[in-house]
């Protein structure tokens, strides 16, 4: 039993990286891709169906009957969904997930979806004429399936049955078809009260409150980053040692809070991503059992992975019901369904919601979010430490990059082309100041990385409130390019401030600010940080002699991409002055790669690779698989 186990679960983390070192992988698997050249922000943007939108292709005088044509609204969905009995209704629609996450933006893939939710109907017709109408046109949205869940578990029936009756799948299909022209239309008022320009507070909101659903990152790259970050770097010496006070046991609150070591919890979560067969396209997904675990590691554990991993629909109500209801919430409020990516079924099994719901909680991020919610409760002073020495984990993660890609700094000779040093301390008056997180010294070139753990909060995703917004992108923006320009104003004032690089040779000056998760990259954003930041980098010849060029704004997995093609020998500058030319400097940089530089670069990160494969080992062994 335990031999046909592993051979299921190997075969499965083979599958796994299989597709993740695929080339087509650099596409990402998101909503919001770059699909044309040349570019512009409006590839990014799919237009989803609502029912308003369909039944201008509805020609069938019979119809108006079929569908009860006329004003539908969010109580219309509510009182379908109180028909519906929550577990089936559930099922139905995280099976709808597992197939929707393997055609985002496939045009053919979503049509072959809609025939098989609503078969040869005036609503399939209507899709069909909707798709052909727009190349960026999608009929189902991963958005659209969670806000339908998050009604089930608020409202639906408490009927304790296995199946749904006919009229209840028909009410449930209805609802779906009815839930983004209801539930997801937003009272934000930018039809009626359009803003003046792109940097209007209100299109900031719009778009950065949308990011929660643009961005999608990629699992390979989500698990190698969680096993270095906070397996490795947080056990090690080096975060330990007395330059890091902030120093937090994490290993030791994961077993007092889960009963179970980083390495089971990414195990159990991965072995019942494979259980549920949520990463294979052919088949419904399934519910893990607790008997699934009976010949492994987990036998007499599956209790304890269970509460970390998943929870019942009393948890997510509870959760849901937390803040009050608004049209907001009710569109964008998924957190709950991430931090538990299973649903306990009243039979003790467990069904996954849905695929990004467990890659979330498999990814570094997930993991930040779990270390984040003990120590909280663990008091203020507790959690203001696990955020500082989070921040600590990134930078040396993201010095150990830069590190991967310029090895061998002792060959590099006097003139250190290519040599990586973390931030550097200098004196200014009275004052002892610390330069950038990371330096990356290219001779004639001066890279610059100022790393920020400054995460979106759930106020801005979930209800993009002003003053949230505001701040979210002060600490995450605005605050480090003002770090950026004091640094280069004060070592270019006077050199002796960095010894180790050899200053008057330098002719550019590169910033990169690297945050933790990205933000969905538009005109608004860049024309909202130029308003309120953009003099912090903008020098006189007599003040700095080289050439600064405009910030880079990458996430953890863009800077992963970036050493990665060069370590691949694609030169750092020929990267970033594309990425700060006119065509793409509003864009974000996977979608920059995808669109130049696929040609010249497989898709695999050397590291990214190599630290999944350790990550995979480690999983392994917890999973008690025996070595080849």
Known sequence: M???????????????????????????????????????????????????????????????????????????????????????????????????????????????????????????????????????????????????????????????????????????????FYTPGTVLTLDDRLESDEPESLADERWVRFFVGNGGFAANGWLKHDMARAHRMYQVIAASNHAKKKGYPNYCPLAEWLEDRYKMSFDELQAFGFAVYAGSRTMIQDGAPLA???????????????????????????????????????????????????RRPGLRLRNGNVAVIAPRAIEAWLSATGTYYRLFDIARDKGDATRNQFTRFNGTLQEIYVRHLAHVAYPYPERRG????????????????????????????????????????????????????????????????????????????????????????????????????????GLFHNPTIWAYTEREVGDALRFSREQVHANVKPVVLLDLEEVEVLFGLVSAGIPLTTLLERKTSDLWRERDFKAMVSGEFAHRWDGDARFVSQEQQRAFRAIKRALGIPKP
């Not at 996450?101 to 045009?107: A, H, M, N, P, T």
């Not at 009929?139 to 639906?156: C, D, H, N, P, T």
């Open 414 to 517: 006097s003139l250190a082309v290519g040599k990586v040093y973390g931030e550097q301390s200098y004196r200014k008056g009275k004052q002892t100041l610390l330069t950038s997180d990371v330096l990356i010294d290219l001779g004639l070139d001066l890279v610059l990385l100022e790393v920020t753990a400054k995460r979106l909060t759930e106020k801005t995703l979930v209800e993009a409130d002003a003053e949230s917004v505001r701040a979210d992108l002060q600490m995450m923006i605005v605050k480090k390019m003002q770090q950026l320009g004091r640094v280069i104003s004060d070592i270019f004032g006077d050199p002796s401030r960095l010894p180790v690089v050899e200053l008057q040779w330098v002719e550019h000056v590169w910033p990169i600010v690297v945050a933790a998760d």
């Open 288 to 338: 893990v059992t607790p008997e699934y675990f009976a010949t492994t590691i987990f036998a007499d554990r599956v209790e304890d992975g269970f509460r970390a991993f998943a929870a019942d629909r009393k948890w997510f109500k509870q959760e849901f019901e937390r803040s009050p209801e608004s049209p907001r919430r009710a569109a964008f409020e998924i957190q709950p369904f991430l």
């Open 2 to 176: 335990l031999a046909d186990w592993s051979v299921f679960v190997e075969g499965c983390l083979a599958r796994l990286l299989k597709e993740a070192a695929a080339a087509r992988e650099i596409l990402g698997r998101g909503p919001v891709v770059a699909l044309t050249s040349p570019p512009s922000f409006f590839d990014q943007v799919h237009v989803y169906a609502t029912h308003q939108q369909l039944y201008e292709f509805m020609l069938e005088p019979e119809l108006a009957s079929y569908l009860e044509i006329g004003v539908t609204t969010v109580e219309d969905v509510i009182a379908r969904v109180r028909e519906i009995p929550f577990e089936p209704g559930m099922y139905l629609l995280s099976s709808m997930q597992k197939a929707i996450s393997f055609g985002r933006v496939d045009q053919d893939w979503q049509r072959q979806l809609m025939n098989e939710v609503y078969r040869d109907s005036p609503i399939s017709r209507a899709g069909d004429a909707f798709l052909r109408s727009n190349e960026r046109a999608s009929i189902f949205s991963e958005q659209q399936l969670f806000a339908l869940q998050r009604l089930l578990v608020l409202y639906a029936s408490a009927e304790e049955t296995d199946a749904l009756t006919r009229e209840q799948d028909a009410s449930l299909r209805i609802a779906l």
